[in-house]
């Protein structure tokens, strides 16, 4: 198993030059304490963040700054929203990305992001095409990438003409490419391809396994030999000297962020996932804490906590542990950052994800 970071940013607003500054400072860490990747958030501006809370609608910008201050750590978008910007526009941003950055430590991440109307309709574009319009700009942006000479584009949600997409990416055809997807078609895409599925940190294990069947099957279709080894998991994850102290250093933090996720709807995806039974339209950190959702406490504890995520999944290649967050005390995260490195990781390094698809699932 591999192991890093999903830096799904949540800091209550100071300058957005000071949460970048403490997301990248997390990157350095983890990139010192040897976790391979670094999946950045694109988060757009929502009413309910205005002066509140920072965001970061473009972390290749990060990613490159990051690229000079580490030396191995892997980055990607987790995800970029492809589906709101023209595809020449994406496809060479990312070349660009991916030439600045160097050394094949760019990950290309797409998917169509938080079900929100927002985002298509503050640039004019129909919420309900957003997966077709996704599906025409992968196809768009792998043939900017590709072509030998200018072409033109005339689909039924992307139009151009004499497009020159340069730079080339770094490697050819492409660098790696990873999506978030709930879509059967496009985990079959993802699986078939070689594509990283990435699966979020609120995602059941029965609701990861039954993607990881169709991921699954589409992978050995397509001649892969492990595809499980190309699934990415988050999780909350969090150590200190037992459950108690771990619970007290981060309830008023998470519970912060909470009442934001249920202005926006999250927590209606949170409670039908877990088959929560609210009192009213309200739900506390101890309460999601109950369902397993976080994995908290002494390295042992975790590491039984994570073992039994994976075993319930029926396995994937590499733990994301969520960062980016405004936790405890920096000093605190840190620690915990530490601990998991030195005493959790070497419990899972040795989980080498191999199975068949569930019968069930077919």
Not at 138 to 153: H, N, Q, V
Not at 189 to 212: D, F, H, M, N, V
Request: glycine share 8%.
């Amino acid at each position: 198993m591999e192991f890093g970071l999903f830096s799904n940013g949540f800091r209550p607003h100071t300058t957005a030059a000071q949460t970048y500054q403490q997301d990248l400072a997390e990157i350095v860490l983890a990139d010192e304490l040897g976790f391979r990747d670094a999946y950045i958030s694109e988060h757009h501006g929502e009413p309910v963040y205005i002066d509140k809370v920072d965001t970061l609608p473009v972390p290749e910008l990060l990613m490159c700054k990051a690229a000079a201050l580490t030396k191995r750590i892997r980055m990607g978008a987790a995800v970029k929203l492809i589906h709101l910007t023209h595809p020449v526009d994406t496809a060479m941003q990312a070349a660009v990305t991916d030439h600045v950055i160097g050394g094949s430590r760019y990950i290309f991440g797409f998917g169509s992001g938080f079900p929100s109307p927002l985002f298509a309709e503050e640039r004019g574009l129909p919420f309900a095409d957003r997966h077709g319009r996704l599906r025409e700009a992968l196809d768009l942006i792998l043939k900017c990438w590709t072509a030998p000479e200018p072409f033109d584009w005339d689909g039924k949600h992307w139009r151009g003409k004499g497009i020159v997409a340069t730079p080339r990416p770094l490697v050819a055809p492409h660098m790696p490419i990873t999506t978030a997807t709930d879509t059967p078609a496009m985990i079959e895409l993802a699986g078939a391809r070689g594509y990283t599925l990435l699966s979020a940190q609120l995602e059941p294990a029965a609701s990861l396994r039954k993607r990881a069947d169709i991921y699954l099957r589409a992978g050995k279709a397509a001649g892969h030999a492990k595809p499980l080894q190309n699934i990415a998991a988050a999780r909350y994850v969090y150590l200190a000297d037992s459950r108690r102290a771990a619970m007290d250093d981060l309830r008023d933090d998470i519970n912060y962020e909470l009442g934001f996720q249920m202005k926006r709807g999250l927590i209606r995806v949170i409670t039908s996932s877990y088959g929560l039974k609210l009192k009213g339209d309200t739900v506390t950190f101890d309460e999601l804490a109950e369902t397993g959702i976080y994995c908290l406490g002494d390295p042992d504890t975790v590491a039984k906590q994570l073992r039994q995520f994976y075993d319930e999944t029926g396995g994937f290649g590499t733990l994301l542990i969520v960062a980016g967050k405004k936790w405890a005390t920096p000093e605190k995260v840190a620690r915990s950052m530490r601990l998991f490195m030195e005493h959790v990781a070497p419990k899972l390094r040795d989980l080498t994800p191999v199975r068949d698809p569930d019968s069930v699932a077919a």
